[in-house]
């Protein structure tokens, strides 16, 4: 069996024990166990033994001097995550501790938190805003695709929220931005414009506001234009749809707004060039901010941001072989932001309503 050293799927003890009748006791088996420790640990002078819930009966040992301190704590009810390496036995296989972390013990439902009338709102509005986004883009020749957000691929420079999937054998992970596929679409049907609406799924806290698993709508723009200036073509095109979209999404709420911020549709919006992202400065109309880098690889990215210092669009632009890729995300709840003081992250865990039970 091929050793198992890239990454470390979750296991359980059943898993274990069926490997050992595959491919012998004697052979080692890598891997994650996670689960709550069911029985008083057994704490010698240089080592600790424990079962989890899910090992299904196979012993832990922690022998390792950096792991001992810790282990030695270790009480009924406590939940791990443990890296290991099998290990054959006179009594049979047990399971040697490589590394290990604690997880929450407190209890999820206690840490939500009751929808209130102001969330429901909040949440109505979002809703919106990604259909009248989506209108807009539909009524103008881009094609919608429904992207796929469960994901094995671990080649990510952001941390992304992972999930255990028996199903796939590993632990997958929830694919961060739908950008990648619609982009993947747009050259497999070489179609110009699509677009698809998903969702950001990070552990990452960006800004205070939106969640970890925030709606997004993202679309790619496949151009083949000629001439020397065929990138800033295609990016001014690619800035227009994102003004487009930004209105389109606050037309039905401008009357919330106030004159000023009512007049900064009709506003011109200003492109501001640059070497490198910085912090956001006050500015009394909206902004494309665009760096380019022409010296290296080529691309071009831009930020769309509203007079109130929110980033609402981002996006870059790109020239590969002879096409030109442009590609948007805007950010549905930054838009809500503007509309609303309501925050996105709270967890929605707990109990049905009573109509549901049984529903699914």
């Not at 390496?85 to 040697?96: A, P, Y």
């Not at 206690?110 to 429901?120: G, I």
């Not at 290296?296 to 002879?322: K, L, M």
């Not at 003081?341 to 529903?359: H, V, W």
């Amino acid at each position: 069996m091929e050793e198992l050293t890239e990454f470390s799927p979750i296991f359980t003890g059943e898993d274990v024990k069926l490997y050992c009748e595959a491919y012998g006791k004697s052979t080692p088996m890598k891997g994650t166990i996670r689960g709550e420790i069911n029985r008083k640990p057994q704490v010698f002078k240089t080592c600790v033994f424990a079962t989890l819930d899910s090992s299904a009966g196979l012993q832990i040992i922690f022998s390792d001097s950096d792991q001992y301190a810790s282990a030695k704590k270790f009480k009924i009810g406590d939940k791990l995550e443990v890296r290991f390496v099998s290990e054959e036995t006179d009594n049979g296989v047990r399971l040697k501790a490589t590394s290990f972390k604690r997880l929450p013990t407190r209890n999820l439902y206690t840490r939500s938190s009751p929808v209130t009338k102001a969330q429901f709102e909040a949440r109505s509005i979002l809703a919106e805003i990604a259909h009248k986004s989506s209108e807009y883009l539909r009524s103008n020749n881009w094609k919608e695709i429904v992207p796929q957000t469960i994901s094995a691929d671990r080649d990510s420079t952001l941390e992304p929220l992972s999930l255990v999937f028996p199903g796939l054998g590993a632990e997958a992970k929830l694919e961060i931005s739908p950008l990648a596929q619609v982009i993947e679409f747009a050259q497999a049907m070489n179609d110009g414009k699509v677009f698809a609406r998903g969702r950001i799924f990070n552990r990452a806290i960006r800004d205070g506001y939106t969640s970890p698993e925030e709606p997004v709508i993202c679309g790619v723009m496949m151009d083949h234009i000629e001439g020397d200036q065929r990138a800033m073509q295609s990016l001014s095109i690619c800035l227009k749809t994102s003004e487009e979209l930004i209105k389109a999404a606050l037309a039905p709420y401008k009357f919330q707004m106030s004159r000023k911020e009512r007049n900064w549709f009709n506003a011109v919006w200003l492109d501001q060039s640059g070497v490198a992202l910085s912090s956001i400065s006050p500015t009394k109309a909206p902004i494309h901010e665009i760096i380019s880098n022409n010296e290296t690889d080529g691309i071009t990215i831009y930020r769309t941001v509203w007079p109130s210092r929110t980033i609402v669009v981002e996006g870059h632009c790109a020239i590969v072989n002879d096409c030109v890729y442009s590609s948007f995300t805007l950010h549905c709840e930054r838009v809500v932001s503007m509309l609303s003081e309501t925050k996105f992250r709270r967890l929605q865990i707990g109990p049905k309503p009573a109509y549901q039970e049984g529903a699914l």
